[in-house]
């Protein structure tokens, strides 16, 4: 099988420094079936050291630890999100300057036809299918859960004062809760993960036409991204994209 990667990340209008990071295979990496967002948490400190530590944690983690067909993905995502976790901390308690640092993070790992997802904050992950855009993950944000409850409506999420608060984020406990995925992943489909500075400005329902083959990866996440930035860019943008072209040999 070929797995296309393309990315598009940028600080965006606003923040003076990216606090995004991200993982896609290079073309010889050992892990071919990996792709990583985690946007560091803007209103503490060093959000960009966090982002960075959780994603090569990860990343570590998978190099120093094979998954194939016979281990439990999931379970082996949760681990790695959890490694990933304890590397905040531990920098977070040796550093006062790193104190209270934090990240989201959205991890999908493609095996064969499925796409396992393992998510902790408010970035997310998509599945593009025959067109349809499908958000996969939810959101942990305090604006989601007063959606939930019914007290402010899906079009006053972007615009609430508190849309910034996270309920769950790496680098705040010592155990953190992971929400666990699995979907299909078939040829042509697109899986999209992305920081909250592309969906607080698009909505990617209203460009499902850009999501055929006849569009390229690259075509895809700089019109994603250069609409973010063009309709506010208040926050860092970052969009990890990949499209399926084949079972896996």
Same mark, same amino acid.
């Given at each position: 099988?070929?797995?296309?990667?393309?990315?598009?990340?940028?600080?965006?209008?606003?923040?003076?420094?990216?606090?995004?990071?991200?993982?896609?295979?290079?073309?010889?990496?050992?892990?071919?079936?990996?792709?990583?967002?985690?946007?560091?948490?803007?209103?503490?400190?060093?959000?960009?050291?966090?982002?960075?530590?959780?994603?090569?944690?990860?990343?570590?983690?998978?190099?120093?630890?094979?998954?194939?067909?016979?281990?439990?993905?999931?379970?082996?995502?949760?681990?790695?999100?959890?490694?990933?976790?304890?590397?905040?901390?531990?920098?977070?308690?040796?550093?006062?300057?790193?104190?209270?640092?934090?990240?989201?993070?959205?991890?999908?790992?493609?095996?064969?036809?499925?796409?396992?997802?393992?998510?902790?904050?408010?970035?997310?992950?998509?599945?593009?299918?025959?067109? @349809?855009?499908?958000?996969?993950?939810?959101?942990?944000? #305090?604006?989601?859960?007063?959606?939930? $409850?019914? %007290? *402010?409506?899906?079009?006053?999420?972007?615009?609430?004062?508190?849309?910034?608060?996270?309920?769950?984020?790496?680098?705040?406990?010592?155990?953190?809760?992971?929400?666990?995925?699995?979907?299909?992943?078939?040829?042509?489909?697109?899986?999209?993960?992305?920081?909250?500075?592309?969906?607080?400005?698009?909505?990617?329902?209203?460009?499902?036409?850009?999501?055929?083959?006849?569009?390229?990866?690259? @075509?895809?996440?700089?019109?994603?991204?250069?609409?973010? #930035?063009?309709?506010?860019?208040?926050? $860092?943008? %970052? *969009?990890?994209?990949?499209?399926?072209?084949?079972?896996?040999?």
């Amino acid at each position: 099988m070929m797995l296309e990667y393309c990315t598009f990340t940028h600080k965006g209008h606003v923040r003076k420094t990216n606090q995004d990071y991200f993982f896609v295979p290079e073309t010889m990496h050992s892990l071919q079936r990996v792709l990583i967002v985690a946007d560091g948490m803007g209103g503490h400190n060093a959000g960009d050291i966090a982002s960075k530590i959780a994603v090569e944690s990860a990343v570590d983690y998978f190099t120093l630890n094979i998954v194939d067909e016979k281990h439990n993905i999931k379970k082996a995502i949760n681990e790695a999100i959890q490694y990933a976790n304890s590397a905040i901390l531990k920098m977070a308690k040796t550093h006062d300057k790193y104190r209270d640092m934090g990240t989201t993070f959205t991890i999908a790992y493609v095996q064969n036809d499925k796409a396992y997802i393992g998510h902790v904050g408010d970035s997310r992950a998509y599945i593009i299918k025959n067109g @349809e855009v499908i958000q996969v993950t939810r959101d942990h944000s #305090l604006v989601q859960e007063l959606f939930e $409850n019914g %007290t *402010i409506t899906k079009e006053q999420m972007n615009l609430h004062p508190n849309r910034n608060i996270l309920t769950n984020a790496l680098g705040l406990e010592d155990s953190t809760q992971v929400d666990l995925y699995e979907v299909d992943f078939n040829e042509e489909d697109v899986l999209l993960l992305c920081t909250d500075g592309l969906n607080l400005y698009v909505d990617l329902a209203h460009y499902e036409k850009m999501f055929q083959p006849e569009y390229s990866l690259e @075509e895809i996440v700089n019109t994603l991204g250069q609409k973010a #930035l063009d309709a506010g860019g208040s926050d $860092n943008v %970052t *969009i990890v994209a990949a499209r399926n072209f084949g079972a896996f040999e």
